[in-house]
């Protein structure tokens, strides 16, 4: 499966994003697909994942309650909405595809990833 991340950009903290990342090849819809996020000089983080049946989004502490991941499969796309967005958030977000079943937040658990896109914040 091919993925192809869009939607970054610069934003002002408490604004909002929203991240698209499109999937083509095999079936998007038995996939679990997740964000993660790496920020300048930091190691690659889960933001949040979501299951092929869209039942119990899973989110990193530190976005809960600002962030929202969904899923049209009829389109082939998960999205990121991104609300009350902080400098903290600065980063490239990617999308994962995962070809097993259940959330996990560690990324060598995920078969295949997109570009990247870039969000950057300011305070």
């Known amino acids: 499966v091919q993925l192809q991340a869009s939607g970054g950009g610069l934003v002002q903290a408490g604004g909002s994003l929203r991240l698209s990342c499109a999937a083509s090849g095999r079936t998007f819809s038995t996939y679990v697909m997740g964000w993660f996020r790496q920020a300048p000089g930091k190691e690659r983080e889960f933001v949040a994942g979501i299951s092929r049946s869209r039942v119990s989004p899973v989110y990193a502490d530190s976005v809960k309650g600002r962030f929202t991941i969904s899923r049209d499969n009829a389109k082939n796309t998960v999205y990121l909405q991104m609300n009350s967005l902080k400098a903290e958030d600065t980063a490239v977000y990617y999308c994962?595809?995962?070809?097993?079943?259940?959330?996990?937040?560690?990324?060598?658990?995920?078969?295949?990833w997109g570009q990247g896109t870039q969000v950057t914040v300011s305070s």
């Open positions: 994962a595809a995962r070809d097993h079943p259940g959330v996990v937040v560690a990324g060598r658990e995920y078969d295949y």
